[in-house]
């Protein structure tokens, strides 16, 4: 997981997100299986144009894998960090979303306060982690405070950071990376792990 810098706020959700937040939690209280659906604005889903700017923010790699293209093979998806269904007061709200990619929306509604966000102003990847470079996982850095490594522990398991093929396609990344060290990082997937 990858530190970034958040921009700010988009104009369109300072404006208009706590009333669409509202509009959201009364639908939900009054029906809560009620799916959500991004409002329109000019006819064009709401996400469509907060994604160029999420994108940009992590240079179009997954905010929590690193993964990179996130779309194709996945979809251009947004992560609700406390999830909608659960925070619906949040689900407008800028520092909630995230750029994601399909395999890390797998953490659905699950969520601990302890989760780990990659633009907090005190995250800093080896204070809660390292890499087993042989194997291509992110491990809980056992040096941090118990409590660090607590969050480190949750939000590898509810991201799913060692789960599916991240470790072997790890590894291949850095096969590449040796072939091809002239390609700017960025076109690279798991940067962290490439750059020790
Ligand atoms: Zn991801």
């Not at 990659?118 to 982690?129: H, I, K, L």
Request: include cysteine.
């Amino acid at each position: 997981m990858k530190r970034f810098v958040r921009g700010p706020e988009p104009a369109i959700l300072s404006q208009k997100g706590p009333a669409w937040a509202a509009d959201w939690e009364r639908k939900r209280a009054a029906n809560p299986s009620k799916p959500f659906r991004w409002p329109a604005v000019n006819k064009i889903p709401l996400n469509q144009h907060l994604l160029p700017q999420l994108k940009e923010q992590t240079q179009d790699h997954c905010s929590f894998c690193d993964q990179y293209p996130v779309s194709p093979p996945s979809k251009d998806t947004i992560e609700h960090f406390r999830p909608k269904s659960r925070f619906p007061a949040e689900a407008y709200a800028w520092a909630n979303l995230y750029y994601c990619c399909d395999y890390c929306q797998r953490k659905g509604e699950r969520y601990d306060e302890g989760l780990l966000r990659p633009d907090a102003n005190d995250y800093e990847f080896q204070r809660y982690f390292r890499w087993d470079y042989t194997l291509g996982r992110i491990e809980v850095n056992e040096r941090a405070t118990p409590a660090d490594q607590e969050r480190a522990r949750v939000t590898i398991e509810l991201y799913g950071l060692n789960e599916g093929e991240h470790p072997s396609l790890r590894r291949r990344e850095s096969r590449r990376r040796h072939r091809e060290p002239d390609e700017p990082l960025d076109d690279f997937a798991y940067r962290h792990y490439l750059e020790p």
